[in-house]
């Protein structure tokens, strides 16, 4: 077996990280060997990886990023080509209840990514060995939110985050770019607009609809339901990810999007209407799920009306565009949870009760 190189992937055993491990193995084989290292927190889930977890080009470390001994031994005992740090609480929600944790793990999980791998990395002189690339994977929540149609985020637009969770990730962006200004360290930033797809938790809106509307369970929207967000398939997401990182100029960031803007009450209505056209006749879920389920919950603190990203720069530069429209996306998506019944069955049992409760509850 002849690896070309080695990666480290954070926070693999989640959504996004999951799919791009999945991605990188379909693409590279037995060219690349990725170690994988998580935490397992309750957004991690090891039945993600399940069909790939027994390739011998694989590895999985459970550890915590904020855990600067297991880092380090990581970089000691492997020659790291490229890191991929996706590791992160992820959930607004969740940061408007705690947002302690989004700074521990968002803010100095970063830090410690970073001051390992430049320690590894870095030659006597102050430079670096060469070939080494470390990206930041990021969200555009980091850019704040637009009013005005026909505005976008653009890699020069100013930070301006609202949430803890968003104040979080652009406290690590400014992270890696110090590291870049000071120490020359090589790295990428990616923002990314809101992804969709298989292996999401259902505490975000895609899943959690499609869950509760085969179920019959009521749908959640907050507030008018009109605040807009940009969706791209996670795929897409991690071939960007791969391009940026073969492709793109050291240094810079990029933005990731889908030019897909929709309404959360429009994503509602097309989740319906694609369940009761791919539902067969005879399934009796297909009279559970109706419009009549759609219920407005008090809105979001501090909600961000609209999310909207110029993918501009990356498909100029790198060739980057998406390729699954949202419909096609949105069918694959649906289909996915049909075959997967009991992953969604397993995820949404124990503490995901709880958490529902509180959130749907008022508490
Ligand atoms: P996720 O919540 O599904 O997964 C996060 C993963 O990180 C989980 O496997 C979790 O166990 C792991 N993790 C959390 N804390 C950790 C810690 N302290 N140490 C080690 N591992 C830890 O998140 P996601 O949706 O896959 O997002 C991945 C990254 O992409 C995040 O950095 C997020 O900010 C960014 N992003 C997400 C989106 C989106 O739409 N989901 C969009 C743009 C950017």
Known sequence: QNIMKTY?????????????????????????KIINVDALTYAGNPENL????????????????????????????????????????????????NPEVFV?????????MLNCAKSAWELGDGSFKPDKKFLHVSTDEVYGSLEEE??????TTPYDPHSPYSASKASSDMLVKAYMDTYHFPANITNCSNNYGPYQFPEKLIPLIINNAL????????????????????????????????????????????????QNIEIIN???????????????????????????????KGHDRRYAIAPDKIKAEIGWEPETMFKEGIRLTIQWFFENEDWMKNVTSGEYQKYYKDMYSGK
């Open 215 to 262: 179920q019959g369970k009521k749908l959640p929207v907050y507030g008018d339901g009109k605040n807009v967000r940009d969706w791209l398939y996670v795929e897409d997401h991690a071939k960007a990810i791969d391009m940026v990182q073969e492709k793109g100029r050291l240094f810079e960031t990029y933005n990731v999007g889908g030019h897909n803007e929709k």
């Open 50 to 97: 399940k069909e790939i977890e027994n390739r011998d080009n694989y590895e999985f470390v459970k550890a915590d990023i904020c855990d600067k001994e297991a880092i380090s031994k990581i970089f000691e005992t492997n020659d790291i080509d490229r890191v991929v740090h996706f590791a992160a609480e992820s959930h607004v929600d969740r940061s408007i209840r």
């Open 8 to 32: 480290l992937v954070t926070g693999g055993a989640g959504f996004i990280g999951s799919n791009y491990i999945h991605y990188m193995f379909k693409k590279y084989g037995s060219d690349i």
């Open 270 to 300: 097309i989740i319906i209407e694609t369940l009761q056209d791919m539902l067969p006749e005879n399934d009796p879920r297909k009279e559970l799920i109706s419009k009549d389920l759609i219920t407005y919950v008090e809105d979001r």
């Open 150 to 155: 026909g505005e976008y985020f653009y890699e």
């Open 104 to 112: 521990q793990t968002n803010v100095l999980g970063t830090a410690v």
